[in-house]
């Protein structure tokens, strides 16, 4: 298994090149440049060719490429236009954890909700409970998440006064558990809108999954043998069932990260998402390259995991 990691991490290489050129190429196929939205007819334009110049996105695309490629390895990612020309990589520290525990709570609701109802869709067939899971993955399938998110916030916030509507934290004046708490709190209501389509779409692969385990026949071998209900479930259903998890779960890492640009948008959610939205509208590139880099090597991370997970839980894929 070792070598198998090893190899995988090995390619990762020649895929972190081809996303690294695919990110600038498109880039620089976008229109306009920073300055289109700076530019006021009362300002010598040749102000903005000079500072232009000054960055060098002058220079010709090969030269950009390598100079931006061999800054990013060292985890410099260039300054950025807008934002007075702060360090990109500050600004992405600023709001990195941020997206990193809206994820988790996303993906947190997602198992303690799917997999359950899952696994008793599966067990009670056409029951009442059935039909409800299956039309609420249908409702989580087709609604969008900034619709989803502005009914949450109109009922449970704003009606309710159960959760905060935005933001992470209540004030500056918070500290120690109660802050913790807090920032809990401020997350629930992003965190179920992210991972809504997430919960539907498990949902329904676990019910699917496990009727096809629970029809297969060394479970009814096992069942002959006199082994409980309980123990079926448990020790061959469930172990079984849980491959295309994980299958699902490692594409589920890096999507959580980048699907959270809308959800975070809705919430006024300082996070990654928020800061690249941002800067797709004013058109600050370097922060955009960045962020879309670090979004596909979360997926990438995602399906490595996903693949030495497959190990654990299927004793019958072995690496060489």
């Known amino acids: 298994m070792y070598k198998y990691i090893i190899r995988r991490i090995?390619?990762?290489?020649?895929?972190?090149?081809?996303?690294?050129?695919?990110?600038f190429a498109l880039s620089k196929a976008a229109p306009g440049d920073p300055f289109t939205t700076m530019?006021?007819?009362?300002?010598?334009?040749?102000?903005?060719?000079?500072?232009?110049?000054a960055l060098g996105l002058n220079?010709?695309?090969?030269?950009?490429?390598?100079?931006?490629?061999?800054?990013?390895?060292?985890?410099?990612?260039?300054?950025?236009?807008v934002y007075n020309q702060r360090p990109v990589m500050d600004l992405i520290k600023?709001?990195?954890?941020?997206?990193?525990?809206?994820?988790?709570v996303a993906l947190f609701f997602t198992l303690i909700v799917a997999i359950p109802i899952g696994i008793y869709s599966a067990r009670n067939p056409y029951s009442l409970l059935d039909y409800g899971a299956t039309g609420f993955s249908f409702l989580g399938l087709a609604i969008p998440n900034f619709f989803f998110g502005l009914l949450a916030i109109y009922f449970l916030s704003i009606q309710f006064g159960w959760f905060p509507a935005q933001g992470t934290v209540s004030g500056t004046d918070v500290s120690g558990l109660e802050e913790f708490i807090d920032r809990i709190h401020h997350m629930i209501l992003p965190g179920?809108?992210?991972?809504?389509?997430g919960t539907a779409?498990?949902?329904?692969?676990?019910?699917?999954?496990?009727?096809?385990?629970?029809?297969?026949?060394?479970?009814?071998?096992?069942?002959?043998k006199g082994m409980s209900?309980?123990?079926?479930?448990?020790?061959?259903?469930?172990?079984?069932?849980?491959?295309?998890?994980?299958?699902?779960?490692?594409?589920?890492?890096?999507?959580?990260?980048?699907?959270a640009v809308i959800t975070e948008q809705v919430f006024n959610y300082p996070g990654l998402g928020t800061l690249f939205l941002d800067a797709i509208i004013?058109?600050?590139?370097?922060?955009?390259?960045?962020?879309?880099?670090?979004?596909?090597?979360?997926?990438?991370?995602?399906?490595?995991?996903?693949?030495?997970?497959?190990s654990v839980v299927d004793p019958r894929i072995r690496y060489d």
């Open 94 to 104: 600023v709001r990195f954890w941020n997206t990193i525990y809206l994820g988790i």
């Open 282 to 310: 004013n058109r600050d590139y370097p922060i955009v390259m960045a962020l879309a880099l670090i979004f596909g090597i979360f997926i990438l991370v995602g399906n490595l995991l996903a693949d030495i997970f497959y």
């Open 59 to 81: 220079d010709p695309i090969p030269v950009q490429y390598f100079r931006w490629v061999s800054s990013a390895v060292q985890g410099d990612f260039g300054e950025s236009i």
């Open 192 to 197: 179920i809108t992210l991972g809504l389509a």
């Open 201 to 224: 779409t498990y949902m329904r692969y676990m019910r699917s999954e496990v009727l096809d385990v629970l029809g297969s026949d060394y479970i009814r071998t096992a069942k002959a």
């Open 39 to 53: 530019l006021d007819p009362n300002i010598d334009r040749s102000v903005f060719e000079e500072r232009k110049e």
């Open 10 to 23: 090995l390619i990762f290489i020649p895929m972190l090149f081809a996303l690294s050129v695919v990110v």
């Open 229 to 259: 209900d309980r123990n079926v479930l448990y020790k061959h259903t469930l172990r079984n069932a849980l491959i295309p998890i994980i299958t699902l779960m490692g594409f589920e890492f890096g999507v959580l990260i980048g699907g």
